[in-house]
């Protein structure tokens, strides 16, 4: 009781101190909004486009905040850890007293290997953070949101969450759970105010290929593959679309008075749509000859796939 009496005096406080605009030309009041991993790429361009649209926005770091100017405040957060991601929404709420939007963004990928050659530990490393960190943040604000009887939550997914990715399986893996998990939420909270949207880019341009994890079993088996993907991989995050188109799709999702469950982005509108028109037995032919998946067991792939089938 004591509790949601703080809790509804600090909102009001909140709520009256942040009446004024501090976006530009915008016209909205200023939200609160909390963006994981906004160090860099996605997550970054979406902190900076949600403040210049007049959001309040605290991006995170596991640094916390760097040297330099910044347009939103940065909060330290791992979101492996369960005490981090509550002491970040501790002090967001002390801060503010409100959250109006999530965008779960944080992740990485296993580089390009064999799904025998990570261990059970590393498989569970990338689901810590690409799955249960959105598990552990959405536990999080949810409460409060519920009290509030309003929010947002956006999850940055991939292509690879409604795509098959051969020698990318775990990120694919964690991207189709952060799918199920999304829509399902969306069922549940709809009727407190909250809802619930997967962004789904295709290959961007970001840090994501220099911060991909070695796979931790290597064989020799996968040893061709894994360099001339490795090759491949750099090449299609560098010719990727701008993380500013993803960033402006987390806008507009975040904004829409009747938001969809799912966004692709840029080239993945075009895979989103292949995925759910074409029949499943054509799909499977189509992507294994795109991919040179049959024939040449241990071949390298070694072409360029087309924009139609390829992205992170
Ligand atoms: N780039 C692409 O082609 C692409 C395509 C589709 C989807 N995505 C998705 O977009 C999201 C962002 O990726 P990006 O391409 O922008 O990569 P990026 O430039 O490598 O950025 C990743 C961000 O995640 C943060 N991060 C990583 N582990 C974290 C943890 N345990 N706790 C908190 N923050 C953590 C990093 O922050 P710190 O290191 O500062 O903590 C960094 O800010 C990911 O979910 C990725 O799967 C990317």
Redesign the pocket.
Known sequence: MKEAMQTTLSNKATTEGSRMKIGTGDNMKSKIALV?????????ATAERLATAGYKVYG????GAQAGAQSFEVLA????SDESVEAAVRELMRREGRIDLLVN?????VAPSGAEESSIEQARAIFE??FF?IVRMTRSVAPQMRRQGSGRIIN????FGFLPMPFMALYAAT?HAVEGYSESLDHELRTRGIRVSVIE????N???D??LLQPDAKLDEYREIRAALAKQMEAL?ES?DK?SLVAETVLNAARAARPKLRYPVGRGVALSRMRRFVPAGMFDKSFRKQFQLDGHVNTPITKQPTVKNS??
Request: charged share 15%.
């Open positions: 994981t991993g906004a160090s860099s790429g996605i997550g970054k995170t770091s596991r640094r957060l791992d979101v492996t963004n944080a992740g990485f990928s953070t690409n960190g940055i997914g991939s292509v991207k880019p295709a290959n961007t970001t840090r994501f220099a911060n995050v990727g993380p992205a992170p």
